[in-house]
């Protein structure tokens, strides 16, 4: 054993000798000493070992998926100014369940795109997940009434982005062809509806093939009616009340059955590729929707010609757009780097970075300055640019509500009884507010 250990010694020193000799024959610049060189070297190796020690690398997690490549852009530009930050991103379209795996995990990133107005993510808030940026300067390039919408307990933890806002697609050119003035009022609509059928144009696409559709059209309109739906539905909930009491109930159930009576012969199987389709192709003259829907119009139809209206309030008061929080950033407290990673929100928050991600992303945006160019939605932006907006029901409705009075729905449609809708909303709702 010892014999092995001295032969590895003797190999070590003739691999030492052999790079004195190497060394050795290396030309040093004229003036230039070997302990000069020796410095030099270790300074460099210095140098290069701080410099890599400084690199700094941020993962930003991304649940809104169409985003990336603008993103990824942003975060190139970011890069540019900032050469010792690299920003790494992470995609997925199952959100929430990523996330609550990497919180059991103690895993979290330092960047993500939240929803700060939806109770899932102010739970996070409230567990100190995220950190609190209150005290932000950056914050001061959205308005105060958009940061209300993202509060916390009186704190905020996201930088709000961007909002999507839900109406009715037009078809300028079918409205124009037949004479028919965009509607304002409720009736109004009903007589447009009445005028496309009688001149053999479907008035309605309805995705009713798919339960989810149905349950954010009813969430949607049912604040369109009562922009605080959820105080009725606590009352409801008490036994203050019954559903069959309800002003927002009755009238949403009249409302859907009717637009639905307008949604051609078989709404019952159409899904969305169907629906879009049809919209796009001008086999229909309106789609009850969102801002996010005019990206699948497009690609349906490159020269499909839509305008998004609001939804007139059917009871006759006034209109409000009902809006969401689409698009909102976030700092992790477990980021080992808080100030790199707030400094990327400072950079989203300048005007032209924000108008770089408005272009490309096609909601309207929060930020100060940016230039909304989306022509399709110019009608929602001037109802949300001068307030007449709510924050939409899902923010403030119990978890899984909104899924479970989807069925009931469906089921009006199938059947028409509005008596056994009505009793299914009232034992919905006293189970899910009492739980």
């Not at 009850?288 to 020269?303: A, E, H, S």
């Not at 059917?314 to 976030?330: A, L």
């Amino acid at each position: 054993m010892k014999r092995k250990w001295m032969a590895g010694l003797l190999t070590a020193a003739v691999v030492m000798g052999l790079a004195g000799c190497s060394s050795g024959n290396k030309t040093e610049p004229a003036g230039t000493t070997a302990g000069e060189a020796a410095a030099e070297t270790t300074k460099e190796a210095a140098d290069q070992k701080e410099a890599e020690q400084e690199k700094v690398e941020l993962e930003l997690f991304l649940s809104k998926t169409e985003i990336q490549p603008v993103m990824e852009e942003l975060a190139k530009k970011f890069e540019e100014e900032n050469p010792n930050i690299k920003i790494n991103i992470t995609v997925t379209s199952d959100g929430r369940t990523v996330l609550q795996t990497r919180l059991s995990t103690n895993e979290m990133p330092d960047l993500l795109n939240t929803y700060p107005a939806e109770q899932f993510y102010k739970d996070m808030f409230r567990e100190g997940i995220m950190i609190d940026i209150s005290d932000q300067e950056f914050l001061n390039q959205v308005s105060q009434e958009s940061r209300d919408m993202t509060v916390c307990d009186g704190k905020y933890y996201a930088l709000p982005y961007s909002v999507s806002a839900f109406g009715i697609y037009c078809n300028s050119r079918l409205f124009e062809q037949q004479g028919i003035e965009l509607p304002t009022t409720y009736e109004e609509l009903i007589a447009a509806c009445d005028k496309f059928q009688a001149a053999g144009i479907q008035p309605m696409v309805s995705i009713d093939k798919e339960l989810g559709n149905i349950a954010q059209r009813f969430e949607r309109l049912v604040g369109v009616i009562n922009n605080d739906s959820n105080s009725e539905f606590e009352k409801i909930a008490k036994g203050e009340i019954k559903a069959e009491d309800s002003v927002a109930l009755n009238t949403i159930a009249d409302v859907m059955y009717k637009l639905y009576g307008y949604s051609g012969d078989d709404s019952l199987g159409v899904d969305s590729n169907i629906g879009y389709a049809a919209m796009a192709n001008e086999e229909a003259a309106m789609m009850l929707c969102g801002t996010w829907g005019l990206t699948t119009l497009r690609n349906n139809n490159p020269d499909v010609d839509v305008v998004l209206i609001p939804f007139p309030n059917p009871t006759g008061e006034k209109t409000n757009v009902p809006i969401n929080v689409d698009c909102s950033f976030s700092v992790c407290t477990n980021t080992k780097h808080p100030e790199e990673a707030t400094k990327f929100l400072e950079f989203l928050s300048r005007t032209e970075n924000a108008q770089t991600y408005c272009d490309a992303d096609g909601n309207p945006n929060l930020i100060k300055g940016v230039e909304y160019k989306v022509s399709e939605h110019e009608q929602i932006n001037a109802a949300i640019q001068s307030g007449d907006t709510f924050l939409t029901a899902v923010n403030f409705w119990p978890n899984s509500l909104r899924e479970e009075l989807r069925t009931p729905v469906q089921q009006l449609f199938i059947d028409g009884d509005k008596e056994e809708f009505l009793q299914s909303c009232d034992t919905a709702i006293k189970s899910f507010y009492n739980q």
